[in-house]
């Protein structure tokens, strides 16, 4: 398939391209390079730079490449931003993705992979959380994604549009080529590596008096490469017409265990880079649950996702080399 990826020079996004590009697809990133990295570009992908506002250049990307998918990960995504600036967000994700949106419906491209999260759910009673937990996001970055969500519903009744929404956990780790530099790091496995590495001084752990095992809180990885794998199937499930296209496709993506306290996180990382990673608990951050595990089971038997490094060594391995290989993460 001739596939758009928007958000195709971030951290996720790279590495959807790379493997898109491994399963035979023709690759179109549009990205306006405001987050993600120019390095980050994989070859034999084409690259437009251009905003998603910009709905001509959109428009003429889609039609002009003969698009037959999007896969759309370019968003914001940082919780305690969306908190101060919900406007920011709700122009990124709910009114640059409508514009995406009606350039596919103005070009005829019906097919649509959404990066969406498990920010959708909130605070969940039961966990591990199903697909059929409610939605009750409590920031507007959960809130934007679920509202656009809610608009390829309605896309899909009125226009047919067939869409899949992956609801993404915590997603870790490296290809050999792609990994995680975001300008403003919040995730733990690349602050803990940054620490291992010496270009940050300490980790701070968000409270030690949860109810759970250590105390810390508990949350599930995934690695990229298994998530971005888990797009194609998304894509060619969307393709096939089967009963799944009435209602749109929902799936949660996460590593389907127990999950990993943050201190487990830290110990690995620790027997993994061999140094020894500070950490200072700190007060809890508000809004944080103890718990967030996801059941990927729906996506399993429906598409036959079988994730290859489901293991939390493995994902910091993965994150640790590709660390060392780019001290300065892409700004070399
Ligand atoms: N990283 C995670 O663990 C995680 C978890 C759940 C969901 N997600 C979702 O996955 C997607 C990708 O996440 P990531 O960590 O790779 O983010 P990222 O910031 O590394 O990549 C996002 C990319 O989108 C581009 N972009 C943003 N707004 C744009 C716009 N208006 N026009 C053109 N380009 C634009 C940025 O330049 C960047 O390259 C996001 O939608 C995010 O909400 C990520």
Redesign the pocket.
Known sequence: MKVLV????????SVVTEELLKDGHEVVV????????REALVNGAAFVQ????DAATLQETLSANRIEAVIH?????LVAESCEHPAKYYH?NVV?GLILLDAMRETNVRRLVF?????TYGQPEKQPIQETAPTNPTNP?GET?LAFEHAMRWYLEAHGLRFASLR?????GASENCG?H?AHET?IIPITLQVAAGTREFVEVYGADYLTPDGTCVRDYIHVIDLARAHILALKAIDDGSTGERVGRIYNLGCGGDGYSVNQVLEMARAVTGKEIPARVGPRRAGDPAVLIASSQKIERELGWKPEFQDLRVIIESAWRWMQAHPHGYRE
């Open positions: 928007t958000g195709g020079a971030g951290y996720i996004g549009y990205d306006s390079l405001y987050q993600g990295h251009a905003d998603l506002a990960m370019a968003a914001d995504s990124n640059n990066s969406s999260t498990a920010a970055y994604k993404y956990f915590n997603a870790a995680e975001h995730h």
